[in-house]
């Protein structure tokens, strides 16, 4: 039994030792190197309380009475192109009991005016955004 202590001691001693040394270099996620995109990311025409402006005034679907929060939030997840047109729209997460608000978020994106494109090295590039849309009670 005595024996087995000094082994089990050892073989921590050695794991923990071997463990720190590996953690300086160690990564668990597998993390491609950050390559730069953009040097100007999209520009919504206006900027972003101009685009809540237009959410605002084109929204035509709000939470349901039954909804004990006054506000909720879908996140969106969209591209803008080179040309400055939305597209490629995802809902990363939309308001539990409330379906309605992903249909509206995803046609307020498509009826967005075109942005201001991200450009990398003065030509336009593609520009991904995570947007919080934020619908209310009516």
Do not use: H
Request: glycine share 4%.
């Amino acid at each position: 039994m005595k024996y087995i202590s000094i082994i089990f001691l050892l073989s921590f001693i050695a794991l923990s030792t071997n463990s720190s040394a590996q953690s300086e270099n160690y990564n668990p996620l597998p993390v491609s190197p950050q390559v730069k995109k953009y040097d100007v990311p999209a520009l919504f025409p206006g900027g972003s309380d101009l685009m809540f402006k237009f959410f605002n005034d084109s929204c035509k679907v709000f939470l349901t009475k039954n909804y004990t929060e006054q506000k909720a939030y879908v996140l969106v997840k969209f591209i803008i192109d080179k040309k400055g047109k939305a597209g490629t729209i995802r809902i990363v997460n939309g308001v539990a009991g409330q379906p309605q608000l992903v249909k509206e978020a995803i046609r307020l994106v498509e009826i967005m005016p075109a942005w201001t494109p991200a450009t990398l090295s003065d030509k336009p590039v593609e520009y991904e955004v995570n947007l919080s849309m934020p619908f209310f009670k009516e």
